[in-house]
């Protein structure tokens, strides 16, 4: 058996090999900048600090609970590192840029540089991750009594030591090593090789140790079939009912958050990146990392249900089987996996938290005392960051403590580590929109992180003194003063769900929808842009202006400066490689004259006018006290301008575009206009001709003693066919017109077009006979359907053959008629072999009131019957035109869509 005294013991022995490691891994870094410290496996190796404690220990509890859940927290983060391209290589290249020292830094550094807003992210982030650091000591706490034991020998000097007294102990010494450990610098963003090197060498300790308890668990179960197969005989089967649900989403989805926005990740992964290209190598090595931790994980949790008494406590299993087996140095080596997890965690998190309370909170603070101000070695303010860190230190690890206290009678890891996760996602949405969202505003993201963290706090963090407060615990029950509405796990009516899902809902949507709606209705300041621009378009410029101008100093930096914001990026970019190129030197090293001076002064007349360019250059070049801030502010105005000439301009071409569709209507309209009267000409005409027969017939027949009886049944028989052709003149006008304006109701069917065409033949069999037609078949058809009108169809084969025989004067008229199908559609040719149109009537055939001038015999017709006839096979999608027939006269081609044929 182990005692107590020997595990501590090797704890600390532990611990001092890691210090040793910090130690040398510094002095190496120093001496060679290239050594292996700065390669990109040590690189991925620290990330895997995102493994604590949670994941050695309390994954194996979580899938002894809860099945498959354990691997969301894997996932998570494996879609980050896989797409690395889009998120982690914009956030490091901005990280180098702009030397951010941590998550409070990028977002009061993007959003105008806002103090309150560092101050703010800094107080969510150390509340957030007490539960984490909880959890953490709660870990170790519970490992070390798990190994000891309950008897005397192995409890040594604990004995009459409780959890509190053994995690206030780890606490005191975590706190101790920390501040030995991690505030060896003042400088934030100088890298801690040494620290990383440490961490590096933890990555290596607990994934062997984790890797080789579930060898043995392997092993002893008789493989991994043995051990399932034990497990079916004895009745347990994984959970896998929940999986997917609501509580599996969100935990995916906190801990893509949380590997992004703990601050010991952003810590590892962005400011103590040395070279962005190791983010190839994390892509897919962290991932294999993780899934190499997670391997062994399901088996643990399986065996150990199986073969441990029953209330073994589940996320000890990774310790308890080996002793259980009796193999006493397997369970210290996984001791120490674990407080590996643990200790990496807890110092690399409270370095991280440290440097944001003393730059965000104390440092502020101090440096307003004038004593600090004073003194010019600077000596006092590196004493005061020191002092500033190591207070933030133990101000951390003492939240953490405190609130394993309050929760220690929680019998799950899992739940505690979530809460933090919930609380971290806050920055989640500001951090996407700091990179992405040029117009997300400080007032906007300072709301909104505000609110989702109330939130959070209700819904999340304070159920979770549920077991130790019954104030709280009746809280949940009925809500405050009795408003079941509000109560934290039920918030506006929101039952039934899992309550981790609810909380992180309501906060993350409360937070996402003031982000959004704020930043919509607020303006970012002039600050607030230029950082926007410079951390949105982080690939497109190489860096910032930094340079302040000072009198007499204006460099062609802050020329540049100046033209970019009023010419673009592009245009000041090409100008000056102009010029530096005529000088023959490089752009970087490029001195402004007062020729360059006078010809960018024009460049800027040429945009915002010769005074405004003359006074905006005259301050810096003759060294005005202006401010960054006033300065970006004139550029700002002028940009404004810009964008309002911008705007007037695009209005203007919008304007001109608009009157030159008027004027094209217009003109559409004036020939309307002319079609319609020539219409109503050319119907004034036809209509004239009967009226003026039947009027002066009518006159004759009012003499009724000069007339016969002959004459006058002959003139009242030209009455009557004048009348009817005036009948049918104006049917065919109405038909037509209604035709043209969609007004007459139409309704394709499926119809036999060859049956139609036989009808058209059979009604004209007497004209034909009549006119001493001989009629030629060429090839039919047969039956074959098409959508459209029968009657109507029938309607233009009638007239086509009726013009074929009005118009053919042949001493032999002769008419031809073929249908067939082609392509896909109905084809009918009907020919004659008359005097044919010539030429020049082609094209006016198909017109209202057009009739052949030559070889016609009979012009009695009004022309409208070939136009109708067209617009009605246009009504069944078909064409009907002119086409070269087989015999010498006019041949007109009919073609329609077919649908079927038999």
Known sequence: MLSADFVIATAIAYVGLLFVLAYFGDRRAKANKNS???????????????????????????????????????????????????????LVRISHLHRITSLADLLSSRFGKSSRLGVLVTCIAVVGIAPYIALQLKAVTSSIQAVAGSSEFGQGSLKGIDDVGLAFGVA???????????????????????VVAA??????????????????????????????????????????????????????????????CLPRQFQVTVVENSNENHLRVAGWAFPAYMMAMSIFILPIAVYGLAVMPEGSNPDMFALTLPLSQGQNGLALFAFIGGFSSATSMIILESIALSIMVSNHIIMPMVLKLSAIRQNSDGQGVTRVLLIARRVSIILILSLGFFYFFFTRDSDALAPIGLISFTAIAQFFPALLAAIFWRDASLKAVTAAISAGFVVWAWSCFLPSFDSVSPAVSALLDAGPWGISWLRPEAMFGLEGWDPLAHAAFWSLSINIVTLVIGSLITSPSALERIQATAFVDVFRHSGLPQRVFVPGSATANDLFFVAERVLGEKRAAALFEMVARERGVDPVMMEPTPEFVAHLERELAGSIGAASAHVMLSK?????????????????????????????????????????????ANAQLRELDSQKDEFLSQVSHEVRTPMTS????????????ELDEVQRHRFVSTIHHESLRLTKLLDEILDLSALERGERSW????????????????????????????????????????????????????NLISNAVKYNDAPQPRLRV?????????????????????????????????????????????????????QIVTRMNGTLELAQGQLSGACFRLRLPILGQK
């Open 818 to 870: 073929t249908s067939l199908v082609r392509s896909g559609n109905f084809v009918v040719d009907i020919a004659d072999n008359g005097p044919g149109i010539p030429k020049a009537e082609r094209t006016l055939i198909f017109e209202k009131f057009a009739r052949g001038l030559r070889g016609s015999v009979d012009q009695t017709g009004a022309g409208l019957g070939l136009a109708i006839s067209r």
């Open 36 to 90: 292996w410290l700065n390669s990109p496996a040590v690189y991925t190796l620290s990330i895997s600090v995102y493994c604590t404690s949670w994941t050695f220990y309390g994954a194996v509890g979580n899938a002894a609970r809860s099945g498959l859940e354990f691997l969301t927290i894997y996932l998570g983060p494996t879609l980050v590192f896989v797409g690395w391209y889009f998120l982690l290589r914009r």
């Open 620 to 664: 810096v070049v003759a060294g005005a006290d202006v401010s960054l801030e006033e300065m970006m502010q004139m550029a700002d105005e002028t940009q404004q301008a810009k964008e309002y000439s911008q705007r007037l301009e695009k209005t203007s071409e919008e304007l001109r575009l608009t009157a030159q569709k008027l004027e094209d």
């Open 199 to 260: 961490i590096a060498f933890e990555a290596v300790v607990k994934l062997t140790a984790l890797v080789a308890v579930g060898v043995f668990v392997v092993f002893i179960g008789g493989g991994f079939e043995g051990i399932f197969r034990l497990a079916a005989e004895r009745g347990l089967a994984v959970d896998t009912a929940t999986s997917f649900d609501s509580r599996w989403l969100t935990t995916m989805g906190l801990s893509i958050a949380a590997i992004v």
């Open 172 to 194: 005191a010494g975590m706190a101790l090593f920390t501040i030995l450990f991690g505030t060896r610098h003042v400088d934030a963003k100088e890298q801690h090789h040494g």
């Open 747 to 798: 309704e394709n069917v499926p119809v036999d077009a060859e049956e139609a065409l036989n009808r058209a033949l059979a009604v004209c069999d007497a004209l034909l006979r009549q006119k001493g037609f001989q009629v030629e078949f060429g090839e039919r058809s047969g039956t074959t359907m098409v959508e459209g009108d029968a009657d109507r169809l029938c309607q233009v084969f009638i």
């Open 694 to 705: 039947i009027r002066s017939f009518s006159e004759i027949l009012l003499e009724p003693d």
